[in-house]
């Protein structure tokens, strides 16, 4: 009897605590509720969906939606903190003025209302100049877009065995449609099978390669544009031949891993080898300017080799290289408060690049991964002011590592490491510090006179003040989500002084305006407020 009520009033205990910690992990989220129309009446059963454009966990995303009700209504509960694209999905239909929503802790967002308008769509095929069918991704690009710049800017579809394609569920307004891809973005890949296929210029509709002669296409709710067929334009393509040899000795070099970049598209290159001769060949290279330079870690660095390529193949091409200068050292881990576990050395990389080089195009950064000792080498630099960095290979949510000095031979460093050509620096030893990402800035940008359009761009980026104040672009930090309200939230910040920055573009602008500036000061476990004001141009 006593053995029954002992286990009744711990039951009793466990669903209070229970409770009570479903309360409190409620009061950690928030929710956003609204209405979706068509035109003006409620819809039932459609999807809203709430999307974190942080890219969290895929099943904590999955949670973040509901139905609405008969009468259109819809309510999101238990949304974590963070920055979501909110819009709702149904068949044949398309929302108007899809929104961005930044959520914090307990917050209660209302009235995020959708109004939905049937969708259209464009179809054709695509073929080659001898009439072929071509399996090829088709974009759609839609023309001075009134909304949400960034998400329905593009849109891609891919043609069938038949090179047909069926461009659907567009939103009314005008568009533009091609296949391939502009000539300067071809690179060509050694050593992946099939990089020698044939390759094809961006083309439009109707089977044009200027953009400015494009036919610009006027979508409309539940309309069909078909027949809209493209016969794509076969671009050129080149070889490029040439050798890497010692600089002082004129020799060969033999299996140096080179890379080749375009010149106006840092983001796309390829990797390749020199042979046992040091010759190198690339195929597939259509008309742009391209840099060959060599790939890092490696004893070797070079300046990097600018080549046009026109209307012909380029033979004889030489890449002079030289040994590079070298950092030797080791990397010591302190924690001194031990809130948070230091991270294994051999799970850290260090790098050493040169800030401010003037080429900006190509910014060599040597990485390289520390030794379980906490020993490093880093070969092949350049020549310059040297600045060095730590990464940690492990992702960890709550903590970051910082570097609090650098000594060399026991004497503490200020500023950069100036190199010079060949120069083998030793005995570095950099002292890193593990701290806490537990703040953040939660802001609210105001407009003086007027609100901006709403396809306007407003970006929001933070530099962190170090103790010398010179400013340093926080690493692999994007900029927040600016939501419809003006409202934006940054989190795991480690404590310390930040410049905060206001950019924002109108609809279609090449370039951002820097519109406000101010300094926030971050503490630990705390979120802090501020507010931008910005003066509208008219």
Aim: neutral net charge; charged residues 25%; contains cysteine.
């Amino acid at each position: 009897m006593v053995s029954s009520s002992r286990r009744a009033v711990a039951c009793i205990i466990f669903l209070v605590a229970a409770a009570f910690f479903a309360h409190a992990q409620q009061d950690q989220t928030g929710s956003i509720s609204g209405k979706v129309t068509f035109k003006n009446k409620g819809v039932a059963s459609v999807l809203v969906i709430a999307i974190d454009t942080n890219y969290r966990d895929a099943e904590e995303r999955s949670h973040n939606r509901a139905l609405t009700d008969i009468d259109g209504n819809y309510l999101i509960n238990n949304v974590p903190t963070g920055d979501y694209l909110v819009y709702p999905v149904a068949p044949a239909l398309v929302v108007e003025n899809d929104r961005r929503l930044t959520i914090t802790a307990g917050e209660t967002i209302r009235d995020i209302n959708f109004a939905m308008v049937h969708s259209g769509a464009i179809t054709g095929r695509i073929t080659d100049a001898d009439g072929q069918p071509l399996k090829a991704t088709v974009s759609v690009v839609r023309v001075e877009p009134e909304s949400d710049y960034e998400r329905h800017k593009f849109a891609w579809f891919r043609t069938d065995d038949r090179g047909i394609y069926e461009a659907s569920g567009l939103r009314p307004g005008k568009y533009k449609v091609s296949v391939g891809q502009p000539v300067p973005r071809q690179i060509p890949m050694p050593g992946i099978p099939g990089y020698t296929q044939k390759i094809f210029r961006q083309t439009f509709y109707p089977s044009v390669t200027d953009p400015e002669k494009a036919t610009i296409l006027e979508v409309t709710e539940s309309s069909e544009i078909k027949d809209i067929d493209i016969v794509a334009s076969a671009a050129s393509t080149f070889k490029l031949t040439g050798r890497i040899i010692d600089g002082e000795t004129s020799k060969p070099l033999p299996n140096v891993r080179l890379v080749v970049q375009q010149s106006d598209f840092s983001a796309s290159s390829g990797l390749f080898n020199s042979d046992s001769n040091g010759e190198f060949k690339l195929e597939g290279a259509t008309p742009g300017s391209y840099k060959l330079f060599i790939f890092s870690p490696s004893d070797w660095r070079a300046d990097p080799l600018t080549v046009d390529v026109i209307d012909k193949d380029l033979t004889g091409l030489e890449i002079k290289a030289m040994r590079g200068a070298s950092l030797t050292g080791v990397v010591v881990v302190e924690n001194s408060d031990d809130k948070v576990a230091a991270p294994k050395l051999s799970d850290l990389l260090v790098s050493a690049f040169v800030p401010n080089l003037s080429t900006p195009d190509y910014t060599p950064i040597n990485r390289i991964q520390v030794n379980p000792d906490g020993s490093f080498k880093i070969d092949g630099l350049t020549a310059g002011m040297i600045r060095l960095r730590l990464w940690q290979r492990i992702y960890s949510p709550l903590s970051a590592l910082e570097i609090a000095s650098v000594e060399q031979n026991g004497v503490r460093r200020s500023g950069d490491i100036n190199l010079k050509d060949g120069e083998q620096v030793a005995g570095l030893r950099i002292v890193a510090k593990v701290v806490e990402l537990t703040g953040a800035i939660r802001g609210q940008i105001k407009f003086e006179n007027g609100e901006p359009l709403r396809a306007a761009r407003i970006i929001v980026s933070i530099s962190r003040l170090n103790e010398n104040s010179s400013k340093s672009r926080l690493d692999g930090r994007s900029s927040p989500e600016v939501d419809s309200r003006g409202r934006f939230l940054i989190e795991r910040l480690a404590a310390g002084t930040y410049e905060l920055s206001v950019m924002m573009a109108p609809p279609g602008a090449p370039a951002l305006d820097d519109v406000g500036r101010q300094q926030v000061t971050v503490t630990e476990n705390r979120v802090s407020e501020v507010t931008v004001t910005v003066k509208l141009k008219p």
